[in-house]
Structures are given as C-alpha cells and as structure tokens.
C-alpha cells in the first residue's frame, strides 16, 4: 500500500504545488516529508555543500501544512517532479469534484540525498532578535547580481560553485551569524512580505520565520553566537 496523506484544506493544494515549483527552479532534486500528529512538514534544500571542501552552506526551505490526524506516520525522500505529477493529479480530482481531492499519494523515495540526512531539531528553539525582509532582499539581490557578473559564460560547474560559496557563505551585514544564502533562500522561495522576519535559535541552527514560510540554516561551529 503506497503512502498518502490528506490535505485538511483543499486550497492547501495549490499552495504546496507553489512551494515545489520554486524549489524545483533552485534545486530539481528532492524533497523530504515528515507526516505526523496532523501536521506535513515539507523540506527542500536551497544550498549545501558537496564534499568536504565545499563552504557553501546548508540552507533549507520549510513549508508546514495541517493533514489528517489519522495519516500514517511517515518519512520520507521523494524526487519534486514526481511529487508535483501527484499534487497536479489531485487537483484535478478537486476541479472535477470527484473523490480524493485532497489525497495525496507519495512517488517512489530515494535513498541517495546527502542534505536530507541533516535533520534540524523539531523543537528546543529560542527567540532572538529578529530582521527585516527589506534588508534580506537587499542582501539577495546583490549577491545574485554579484554571482552573474563572476561567472563568465559557459563556466563550469566547479567555478560556479566555488562563486555561489563565496558569496552565499559571506555573513550578513548586522546579522553576522546568518549568511547571506539564507536571504537568497527567503527571497527565491517567496518567503519574504511586509512583515518582519522572526529569527530562532538551537544548537548550530537558524531559523528565519515569515508568514510564508521557514529557512533554515545549520552554521558553522566557529560561528556560533551561543
């Protein structure tokens, strides 16, 4: 029997097909699904690095859905593409009226994803001072300027990561234990609005909260403000 759950609001729908279509456009791999206690919780992965010497960071997005108290308890690594083809599926059914359109069944998982091994704490967190959204898209929109004049056409892609590194690993101005990968993740998965950005911490992770959505980011050892 395959795994499922059911979205407790139908319009939830749409808003998880949002959610994985931007992931797909910044990293078309997979995402990883905790089901429990009626609530989905959805992570992709925005930035992490590839092998020891890589310094980019592990920067992740989150979106939280409620679902049936009665699903399964799951986890689970599925491809975005496959999973998009069964939230597309559903929403079909709830179009036409038929039943099932809030069901929603998993693709085949995969076992081959590094950054889904990393798994940030689902409680412990404290409050810190929090940032605004307009200096997060300030800081993302130059580095995606600065990564576009650095990157010369047809670079390779070790150039290209060792340029995305350098950049989305510098701190940002003020908030020198957040990387500027971090803003870049708020802005490209629309997390980023009006209101101000609540910040959490435990252990070596961040979290940057909005209304739209989480990031969160594992930092290093050294930079840790605690």
Same mark, same amino acid.
């Given at each position: ?40 919780? %959805?992570? =992709? ?6 092998? +020891?010497?890589? /310094? @980019?960071? &592990? !920067? ?35 179009? %036409?009226? =038929? ?6 069944? +998993?693709?085949? /998982? @995969?076992? &081959? !994803? ?35 004049? %650095? ?15 350098? !950049? ?59």
């Amino acid at each position: 029997m395959s795994r499922h759950f059911t979205l407790s609001d139908p319009l939830a729908l749409d808003d998880l097909h949002t959610f994985l279509s931007r992931a797909a456009r910044l990293e078309d791999g997979s995402v990883r699904l905790i089901a429990g206690g009626g609530v989905l919780a %959805a992570y =992709t992965a925005v930035l992490y690095p590839i092998g +020891l010497l890589d /310094e @980019v960071p &592990t !920067v992740l997005g989150l979106r939280t859905y409620a679902v049936s108290v009665d699903d399964e308890f799951f986890d689970a690594v599925v491809p975005i593409r496959s999973f998009l083809q069964r939230i597309e599926s559903a929403k079909k059914r709830r179009e %036409a009226g =038929t039943e099932g359109g809030t069901r929603v069944s +998993l693709p085949m /998982e @995969v076992n &081959t !994803v590094t950054w889904a091994a990393i798994s940030p704490p689902r409680g412990g967190w404290y409050g810190i001072d929090g940032t605004e959204s307009d200096l997060l898209e300030k800081v993302a929109k130059a580095g995606i300027d600065e990564i576009a004049e %650095a990157v010369p056409d047809k670079a390779g892609e070790q150039i290209v990561r060792k340029v995305r590194a350098e !950049v989305w690993s510098r701190p940002i101005d003020g908030q020198e234990h957040i990387p500027a990968g971090a803003a870049f993740a708020a802005l490209s998965m629309g997390f980023l609005g009006g209101d101000e950005v609540r910040m959490f911490e435990t252990g070596p992770w961040t979290r940057l909260t909005t209304q739209r959505g989480h990031v969160l980011v594992k930092r290093k050892a050294w930079t840790l403000s605690r």
